[in-house]
DNA sequence: CAATTACTTTAGAATTATTCTAATGTAACT
DNA sequence: AGTTACATTAGAATAATTCTAAAGTAATTG
């Protein structure tokens, strides 16, 4: 017999959000659960929010939205930018990159930590490096 | 007194345009103006539009964004992905990167061509590499 | 160089992604 | 258990961008 959402839901996403300081609300720890299961995963709002449904997860996409944004500042997740049109979020915080499929819209890591940025410049007066980011944009040949 | 703006667009523009293959239109030829007239640049259709708009250019926001795209696939304009909210549009097409302003959302060149990417692993089976962006975002401290 | 054709521009509607709002629900504290 | 502060929600609202179909203009043709 299926036991209730609750005592299904994984304690190390609870612990996770309380750690992050944020409450572990139903709809978070399932979330939670989903994003952090298997590994590296690079999603939009809407994607998660389809596979929530898919699952059975009761859940609206504003608080999809709401979630990943809350889970981005508190250091959960990662958003990546590299297409005008949507958000993508990497539940992948240690610092790596990026390859992007141009064609199909497609993100995947940089395997491997080789990758690295040479000669980056003195922050300009006044502020400090936050992040550097690195797309290598792919194409089809 | 005052030429009529035919006789008044930069002869550059008309010239870049047809190389282009882009039939120089008077809001092509105008937006070109504007945009190639004082070096580098970082804008926004909006932007852009509101500029013309200022000096006087008769010219629709669907308009300025049709021709930032159709600029942007001849390689006259490159574009810049920073922020999930607006498209940026650089006129400088020579291989370079940026600085992020991330409180007010600004865009400058990284100064120099020392910056580079190290180790770039190769491109996964039948892809290219079409092109590698670095963004080093700042922020004030 | 006037007529024809193909490509452009335009206003406004439509679409898409995302955020807001105000009512309802729920975790945590007393 | 009751209270309070924080979360969730549906749906409306907003913002950026794209689409559409009609009107305009550059280029080509005869």
Redesign the pocket.
């Known amino acids: 017999m299926r036991k209730k959402t609750r005592e299904n839901t994984n304690e190390s996403a609870v612990t996770r959000l309380r750690q992050a300081g ?7 720890n399932e979330l939670a659960d989903l994003l952090f299961r298997d590994g590296n995963r690079h999603l ?3 994607t998660l929010h389809a596979e929530a449904v898919n699952r059975g997860i ?6 999809v ?3 990943l ?1 809350q889970f981005t500042h508190v250091g959960l997740l990662r958003q990546v930018m590299v297409d ?4 993508y979020f990497d539940t992948n915080t240690v610092e790596h990159q990026h390859f992007y499929y141009e064609e199909d819209g497609t993100l995947a890591d940089i395997p491997g930590s080789d990758i690295g940025v040479a000669n980056v410049p003195d922050a300009p007066n006044g502020t400090k490096v936050s992040r550097v980011d690195v797309v290598v944009r792919l194409r089809r040949n």
């Open positions: 944020l409450r572990p609300t139903r709809q978070r939009t709002a809407e009761r859940v609206s996409l504003a608080t939205y709401n979630t944004h005008a049109t949507r958000s």
